[in-house]
């Protein structure tokens, strides 16, 4: 990967163009998991959570990886739930270590998740799996929470 600021300060211009596409929300959130995927190696699985706000749970959206069995997620269950909980970042660089843990794969390592806000309320989250162990700085962090803002407008 080319210089690791670089790439991903396009990524989020890439990321912006999507969102500020014609195209409907479900394709342009499919598009931002396809981009994320295909641009950084260590992220293995990428996908969305909606809130499903009566339930109190998390409804899989798109996603770019193999299909999971977990598509609700009560708030507070596995690390989706406890980001969800919590209303913020929740980075998890060895998901051995991690009891509350919903695991989709077994060659998943770790695991970021990032909600996305809308007038201050929880909407959805940005998941992304990765196979290697402590892969995520704090430039991804940055990344995938300005995605979250550019996202929140489509809700
Ligand atoms: N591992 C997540 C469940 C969702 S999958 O990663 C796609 C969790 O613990 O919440």
């Not at 009891?99 to 007038?119: G, Q, W």
């Amino acid at each position: 990967m080319r210089d690791k600021a670089d790439r991903f300060h396009s990524l989020l211009g890439e990321a912006e163009m999507i969102v500020d596409s014609p195209f409907g929300t479900t394709e342009k959130l499919q598009a931002i998991c396809q981009l994320l995927s295909d641009a950084v190696p260590y992220y293995d699985w990428v996908g969305f959570y909606l809130v499903d706000a009566a339930k109190s749970e998390l409804v899989l959206g798109p996603f770019v990886g193999q299909p999971t069995e977990h598509v609700r997620i009560p708030f507070g269950q596995g690390i989706c739930g406890q980001a969800a909980d919590r209303k913020e970042t929740f980075t998890v660089q060895d998901v051995s270590k991690e009891s509350n843990y919903l695991s989709c794969s077994p060659n998943v390592r770790s695991e970021i998740v990032v909600p996305i806000f809308k007038d201050g309320e929880i909407v959805g989250e940005l998941d992304i799996d990765s196979h290697e162990l402590s892969p995520f700085e704090p430039q991804d962090v940055a990344l995938l929470e300005g995605i979250c803002d550019m996202v929140s407008r489509l809700f």
